[in-house]
């Protein structure tokens, strides 16, 4: 739990009385078990205690993309909830065996009837993930953006090159992860970085990369 960015700056010792606070409550998810599905009302935050999660857009044949993918300490469904969002437009999804802890997100933007000497910074986490994510969805919607399936892989290996500072990484996807995630074919994909790998611009081993300069 003191992992997440949302308790930053908390101290472990006040945690019970903030899980009070905010009316937490655990849950546990088997893998490829929903957790939120689309059409939902979001009320609660998500913490990710441990195990991940996908956050999944499904269109009405059924075909799937990966808008994130979120691992132990990441919170999702906190900009729905703060929007009081009637239908969720996307869907959560346990990538892997995991817990997660709700939380009211009333409890976070209100005030504290207990005067909680940590409330104060419990907002000001919240803001900071909120802008947290706006970046993140900038940033994809720059992969996306690109026009051939090369460009969009090189987009967000660059990206991940620099956030890692370098040419070495290690992404959060499989192949078909990776493929979900930037809307394209996945053999489409494996042929483009086939293609790469013998002009000497990557070498990867499942999740692994390392980019070439020429």
């Not at 935050?45 to 990966?66: C, M």
């Not at 990776?178 to 970085?193: G, H, I, N, P, Q």
Request: contains cysteine; glycine residues 6%; charged residues 30%.
């Amino acid at each position: 739990m003191m992992q997440s960015p949302l308790f930053k700056g908390i101290e472990e010792n006040d945690l019970n009385e903030l899980m009070k606070c905010l009316n937490a409550k655990e849950s546990a998810y088997e893998k490829n078990e929903f957790i939120f599905r689309a059409g939902d009302r979001a009320s609660s935050i998500g913490v990710i205690l441990s195990g991940a999660v996908y956050v999944l857009k499904e269109d009405f044949w059924g075909n799937r993309t990966i808008l994130a993918k979120l691992e132990e300490g990441d919170l999702f469904g906190e900009a729905f909830a703060c929007r009081e969002e009637e239908k969720l437009p996307v869907s959560v999804m346990s990538s892997a065996k995991s817990r997660i802890l709700f939380v009211d997100y009333r409890r976070i933007i209100t005030n504290c009837p207990n005067t909680c000497v940590f409330h104060a910074r419990l907002i000001e986490n919240m803001i900071r993930i909120l802008a947290g994510k706006n970046v993140m969805l900038t940033q994809k919607m720059e992969h996306m953006s690109k026009r051939t399936t090369r460009e969009k892989i090189l987009s967000y290996l660059s990206a991940q090159a620099v956030r890692s500072g370098s040419n070495a990484f290690t992404i959060p996807f499989n192949r078909q992860e990776l493929a979900d995630f930037l809307c394209v074919e996945r053999s489409a994909m494996s042929a483009e970085l086939g293609r790469m790998r013998r002009e000497g611009l990557l070498t990867c081993e499942k999740s692994r990369f390392v980019l070439n300069k020429q």
